[in-house]
């Protein structure tokens, strides 16, 4: 029988190093951030949906939407976030379970589920086992104004827009802390992923 594992996190955490370790042992992982962007593409529903609701001035010249400007406006309010997450997130969920369920009929052992919203987005009944990636918030506040490029007012914004990483950390099945070095992360994993 399959088990599916929920991945998820904190913005910065280092949830994508994990996710890298499941990739290495070919463990097949579904990506929600990845869904999420195919799914707001220009000419798909969510798209013009999200145009709709917060405008022409969120596109570039392009007609993509540009995603800095996007989330600039929502992460400093909590309605415009609600309602770009009720909009985006059952086009997310589809395709989520579409995959997933080919992965199942094709009997893979493990399927990862990476969702970084997983608790904010109520998606726990879609996953056997949580495994949360832990990291301190200054380091998180630290690691998200470098990588992007952001004042620490909007890296401050982005962090308390989810749920805090100690509260997801008391609600996981398994917490992989990514405090310490790669070599110490690896060390979890490995440790966790043999028990299944």
Same mark, same amino acid.
């Given at each position: ?11 910065? +955490?280092?949830? +994508?190093?994990?996710?890298? $370790?499941?990739?290495?042992?070919? %463990? ?8 999420? *962007?195919?799914?707001?593409?220009? #000419?798909?529903?969510? !798209? ?16 993509? %939407? #540009?995603?800095? *400007?996007?989330?600039?406006?929502? $992460? ?16 997310? =969920? ?5 995959? =997933?369920?080919? !992965?199942?009929?094709?009997?893979? =052992?493990?399927?990862?589920? #990476?969702?970084?919203?997983? $608790? ?13 990636? $832990?990291? *301190? &918030? ?12 952001? +004042?620490? !007012? ?15 950390? &008391? ?20 440790? !966790?992923?043999?028990?299944?």
């Amino acid at each position: 029988m399959t088990k599916i594992i929920g991945l998820t996190g904190g913005i910065a +955490s280092g949830k +994508s190093t994990v996710a890298n $370790f499941f990739r290495e042992k070919q %463990i097949p992982i579904i990506d929600a951030d990845v869904i999420a *962007k195919e799914v707001v593409e220009p #000419d798909k529903e969510a !798209y013009f949906k999200i145009v709709e609701a917060f405008g022409e001035g969120i596109l570039q010249s392009n007609r993509m %939407i #540009d995603r800095k *400007k996007l989330g600039h406006i929502v $992460f400093q309010d909590k309605v415009a976030i609600k309602k770009l997450n009720e909009i985006v997130h059952p086009f997310v =969920k589809r395709e989520m379970s579409k995959q =997933k369920n080919t !992965y199942v009929n094709a009997q893979e =052992k493990i399927i990862v589920l #990476d969702i970084p919203l997983l $608790f904010e987005s109520k998606l726990t009944s879609l996953v056997d086992q949580v495994w949360v990636v $832990f990291v *301190k &918030e200054s380091t998180q506040l630290t690691r998200l104004m470098k990588r992007n490029d952001l +004042s620490e !007012y909007d890296a401050i914004s982005r962090i308390r827009a989810q749920i805090p990483l100690d509260q997801k950390a &008391e609600n996981a099945d398994v917490i992989i802390n990514n405090n310490g070095s790669v070599e110490d992360t690896k060390r979890q994993f490995e440790k !966790y992923i043999n028990q299944i």
